[in-house]
């Protein structure tokens, strides 16, 4: 089956703005695509071939949606780890693989993972109850940042807990569901590396990009970031022990702290295109959408290097209805996710604006 050629068909799991670049790139390679998404109007369900509208643990839709290929990838990482099983067990290629999501959607589990492979984290604590909470945070010290262990993006589902005293009213908040108690990094810049791995174990790795983050979403990113030989291979380093330990096959995002010492932390993982990879998109030859569809299909990966200066900002609720303003300057590439409606804070797209290198 692989590689997979033109004109064969491609599923991915979720409809949202990161399903609706993956389908378009996809097109652009001869690929169709079809879509699983549990509303029918949705802005990657509109870009596809066929839409299956259904929950992503329906074995009917599922089922549908192995008859017509052999290879899916997905979107977003709360994929039910059981429809992936459902899928594979019916011989459907899933990329990237269960273990990415099992690690991925658990932060306990991702942490561990990552020191286990020589990527360093904050020092960090599982609770499962309120007293547990306490004697992490105690522990850990104070302030500290309170997760759940599953579920939450964009600054949701988690807390910063000042006082040990204050743990249990902090978990009671999120829900007293199981938590992770992180320290307090005292970093001086938060950077990301988008990677690449494809099924022949070659991996391809973009410059750093340097995040800015406002209310726990990112607002921008500055790419290629700054930084010196020495802290690029850090993060490469860091990039290639994820990517082999997790045996992956895709795209994937790594969230990092630079510490005051030159160190980097990792913060967290993404397994799937991520939201400070869209510089790549105006300022790389092969994007991070276009190298995630290369690495699953089997095809060789792309170029990585930077052939711009790019300031990413992502468009929240109202600010993308000034479309026209940015669609007016020359050095602005736009970006627009069709999503129906706004709200604040909702990603409704991003543009780019491109600068020579220099």
């Known amino acids: 089956m692989l590689p997979l050629a033109p004109g064969s068909t491609l599923g991915i799991l979720g409809g949202g703005q990161l399903g609706r670049m993956l389908a378009l790139a996809a097109a652009r390679l001869g690929f169709d695509v079809v879509v699983l998404e549990r509303k029918a109007d949705s802005p990657a369900g509109r870009t596809a071939v066929q839409l299956i509208v259904a929950d992503y643990d329906d074995e009917v839709a599922l089922a549908e949606l192995a008859g017509l290929t052999g290879l899916v990838t997905y979107e977003f990482e709360n994929v039910p780890a059981a429809s992936v099983a459902w899928l594979a067990a019916r011989g459907v290629e899933v990329a990237p693989g269960s273990r990415a999501l099992a690690v991925a959607q658990d932060r306990f589990e991702e942490k561990t993972f990552l020191n286990?492979?020589?990527?360093?984290?904050?020092?960090?604590?599982?609770?499962?109850?309120?007293e547990e909470a306490a004697d992490a945070v105690a522990r850990i010290g104070a302030p500290a940042l309170m997760k759940t262990r599953r579920e939450g993006y964009d600054g949701k589902g988690q807390r910063w807990v000042e006082h040990a005293h204050d743990a249990a009213a902090a978990f009671a908040a999120l829900g007293g569901v199981p938590v992770i108690v992180e320290a307090a990094a005292s970093f001086v810049r938060?950077?990301?590396?988008?990677?690449?791995?494809?099924?022949?174990?070659?991996?391809?790795?973009?410059?750093?990009?340097?995040?800015?983050?406002?209310?726990?979403?990112?607002?921008?990113?500055?790419?290629?970031?700054?930084?010196?030989?020495?802290?690029?291979?850090?993060?490469?380093?860091?990039?290639?022990?994820?990517?082999?330990?997790?045996?992956?096959?895709?795209?994937?995002?790594?969230?990092?702290?630079?510490?005051?010492?030159?160190?980097?932390?990792?913060?967290?993982?993404?397994?799937?295109?991520?939201?400070?990879?869209?510089?790549?998109?105006?300022g790389c030859e092969v994007d991070q959408f276009e190298q995630h569809i290369?690495?699953?299909?089997?095809?060789?990966?792309?170029?990585?290097?930077?052939?711009?200066?790019?300031?990413?900002?992502?468009?929240?609720?109202?600010?993308?209805?000034?479309?026209?303003?940015y669609a007016a300057e020359p050095e602005t590439r736009l970006h627009l996710y069709g999503k129906r409606g706004t709200r604040p804070g909702r990603k409704m797209g991003h543009i780019n604006r491109v600068k020579p290198l220099g």
């Open 190 to 282: 938060e950077l990301s590396v988008i990677a690449a791995r494809g099924r022949d174990g070659s991996t391809a790795i973009y410059p750093l990009g340097e995040n800015h983050h406002e209310q726990g979403i990112l607002r921008r990113t500055l790419a290629p970031a700054r930084a010196t030989p020495a802290l690029a291979d850090q993060a490469e380093r860091i990039a290639t022990r994820v990517l082999a330990g997790l045996d992956y096959v895709g795209v994937i995002g790594i969230e990092l702290f630079e510490m005051a010492d030159g160190r980097l932390l990792v913060n967290e993982i993404a397994p799937r295109v991520h939201n400070s990879g869209h510089w790549t998109q105006d």
């Open 294 to 325: 290369r690495a699953v299909a089997g095809w060789p990966l792309g170029p990585t290097h930077a052939i711009a200066q790019v300031e990413m900002v992502n468009l929240l609720g109202d600010e993308a209805d000034a479309w026209a303003k």
């Open 116 to 130: 286990a492979h020589g990527a360093p984290t904050v020092a960090f604590a599982p609770a499962d109850t309120p």
